[in-house]
């Protein structure tokens, strides 16, 4: 709840932004590139090889910068549709290491991508505000004696503006939460035992600025 909420705040804040004159109808075809301020909080728990279970939270905050494609519907309606394809590059590790080095392993996050459909009110034919639903994915890589807990899937829900600006151009804030399935991970055997696992439940709040180009 504390993350939605701080979603809801900092699309506020974003509001302030798009306070640009609007010169261009809005609809078509667009590419759109732009950056998003995170804040990570992982849920976890550990159960060691003697069947202790040990739980925790802990939470990071970065700046990320994506690109997408997409497609919005024309404004001649008061409702319209904003779908598409967005792409984060760049990869997030973790590392765990202890005094014997055989028992060190590391997670790594790469390339997330979200498809998403929003619903849109249209204020005009310049401005629209929508609420976003988003299918989220992520590869994960493991190195070290642990198996692989497989790819993130996720959901995300966000609200947001996007106002014209100029001919081409339009200008984007979204604030949103995306959550992860819960991923599981266990030793192979070999130097980390098969009764040692680790879990945690992925969660993001973002607010994010875009500036898109219509074709």
């Known amino acids: 709840m504390k993350n939605l909420q701080s979603a809801f705040y900092t699309l506020v804040m974003l509001l302030g932004l798009t306070s640009l004159s609007n010169a261009a109808s809005l609809g078509g075809l667009y590419l759109e590139v732009g950056s ?3 804040g990570v909080q992982l849920e976890g728990s550990h159960t060691d ?6 739980k925790g939270t802990v939470g990071k905050t970065a700046v990320i910068g994506h690109y997408g494609l997409g497609y919005m519907t024309p404004r001649s309606n008061k409702v319209g549709l904003d779908f598409g394809y967005m792409i984060t590059p760049g990869e997030a590790k973790i ?4 005094d014997d080095s055989n028992t060190d392993v590391s997670f790594e996050v790469a390339d997330g991508v979200e498809y998403y459909i929003a619903p849109m009110i249209n204020i005009s034919e310049e401005a629209s505000l929508y609420f976003k639903y988003g299918w989220a994915e ?3 890589k493991v190195t070290g004696d642990i198996n692989n807990p497989g790819d993130l899937d996720g959901q995300t829900m966000a609200l947001g503006t996007i106002m014209s600006w100029g001919t081409n151009l339009y200008i984007r804030t979204e604030a949103g939460v995306t959550d992860y399935d819960k991923i599981s ?3 192979k055997g070999t130097n980390i035992g098969t009764d040692v ?7 993001i709040a973002y607010g994010k600025i875009a500036i898109g180009y219509k074709f």
């Open 185 to 187: 991970a266990t030793g």
């Open 49 to 54: 090889d003697d069947s202790d279970v040990s």
């Open 36 to 38: 998003s301020a995170v």
């Open 95 to 98: 590392n765990a290491t202890s």
């Open 197 to 203: 696992s680790v879990s945690a439940t992925p969660e």
């Open 138 to 140: 992520a590869d994960v």
